[in-house]
């Protein structure tokens, strides 16, 4: 059994796969750097790997404009006072863009598109992604 969190788990959890190639379902948020992203992706080579990301539009799309924020990270609980403002926002939208472009990118390098969930699933479309490898 895995003993770490994220990639570094995904990565433990590659070692335990015995055997010829496996189909290997990933559901995560994804939030790793690009190097944790790559180990992980690179661990899981042999297997036909289905990168199926959740994203929840309300962590970032729905934070104020202005404020003061208090977050805390849900993996590492460790807490951040923000000031927000429309241009910190902006640039957290664009980040998160970018990464979604990287993590599809590698998903889609490894043999399958990357699969968002974002808010609710669209059985529809994930019925057309499990069947042919891509949605429409």
Known sequence: RPTRQGAGGIVEAAGLIAGGRKL????????????ELSAAFEALAQHDVLPIEI????????????????LRDSETNSRRLVVMRPAVK?????????????VAARASGSGRDLFTVR??????????????????
């Open 55 to 70: 994203d929840d539009s309300s962590w970032l799309d729905g934070l104020p404009e202005w404020g003061i924020l208090n």
């Open 90 to 102: 902006q640039a957290w939208q664009a980040r998160d863009r970018a990464r979604h472009s990287m």
């Open 24 to 35: 290997v379902a990933v559901i995560s948020d994804f939030l790793w750097s690009e190097q």
């Open 119 to 136: 808010d609710t699933i669209a059985w529809d479309r994930f019925s057309a992604y499990l069947m042919y490898g891509s949605t429409p």
